[in-house]
């Protein structure tokens, strides 16, 4: 330790340097932001999320999805093995007859409840047709005020694959704002109504402004790696 450090006050002094230099930083930068200006100075260090966003790491768990098979029809053949694997026990699964007599199985009902779920991906782990994925690149949704608003059903979980596959990773991302923004117009706006969504104001949306995601691989390996069956 050297003699300052053993004096505590001069360390001290000098961490509330650093504390007010980056406060007073922040607050005028935060200041001419609202005037309009220094707008491509950044006024706080962290992200601002969702507006913001930093590029997601190939192996990102977000919301599970469900996979299709060509044809569109889900592929998951409700053996409950994501279901029995699940430590949180939060998928729920109704088994149907297909009609396809070469088929055996598919699952009438399908889903997942979003607020018991730990994101462990034991599911995916356990699958073994990949038919359900995680590779979605989008957080959790918030869907409602009511717990049964947090079950994503398999309409919903299979969207997510239809989502991928027309408009790739950022296209789940950009209906999730979507869907917050129209939120937002229903309930906050009618309450305040100086607030604007982002679809009503001028300027882009800031996430149109961020690094993009790299490119999706191939949607569908399991197909691929049998030979399209
Ligand atoms: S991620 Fe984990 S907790 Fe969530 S549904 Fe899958 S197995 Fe269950
Ligand atoms: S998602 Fe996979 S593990 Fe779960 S029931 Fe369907 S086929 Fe079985």
Redesign the pocket.
């Known amino acids: 330790m050297t003699l300052s450090e053993r004096l505590y006050l001069p360390e001290i002094l000098n961490g509330m340097l650093v504390t007010n230099y980056h406060f007073f930083r922040n607050l005028s930068l935060h200041l001419a932001h609202m005037m309009g200006l220094a707008r491509n100075r950044r006024a706080a260090t962290t992200v601002q999320y969702p507006e913001e966003r930093k590029p997601y790491s190939d192996g990102y768990r977000g919301s599970?999805r469900l996979t299709l098979k060509p044809d569109g029809s889900v592929r998951c053949t409700s053996c409950f093995l994501?279901a029995t694997?699940?430590?949180?026990q939060?998928?729920y699964i109704e088994a149907g007859e297909h009609p396809d007599p070469r088929v055996e199985k598919f699952p009438l009902r399908y889903e997942?409840d979003t607020l018991?779920?730990?994101?462990?991906?034991?599911?995916?782990e356990a699958c073994p047709c990949d038919a359900i994925r995680?590779d979605t690149y989008v957080h959790p949704r918030i869907w409602g005020f009511d717990r049964k608003d947090f079950i994503e059903t398999k309409e919903v979980l299979m969207h997510r694959s239809q989502v991928l596959e027309q408009k790739g990773r950022e296209g789940n991302m950009r209906e999730m704002l979507d869907w917050y923004d129209e939120q937002a117009r229903q309930v906050y706006v009618p309450l305040r109504p100086e607030l604007k969504t982002w679809t009503e104001r001028d300027e882009p949306h800031p996430w149109d402004q961020q690094p993009q995601p790299r490119a999706i691989p191939a949607l569908d390996r399991h197909h691929q790696h049998n030979g399209g069956q």
């Not at 018991?116 to 995916?124: L, T």
């Open positions: 599970h994501c694997a699940c430590p949180a939060c998928i997942i018991r779920c730990i994101y462990c991906g034991f599911c995916v995680m």
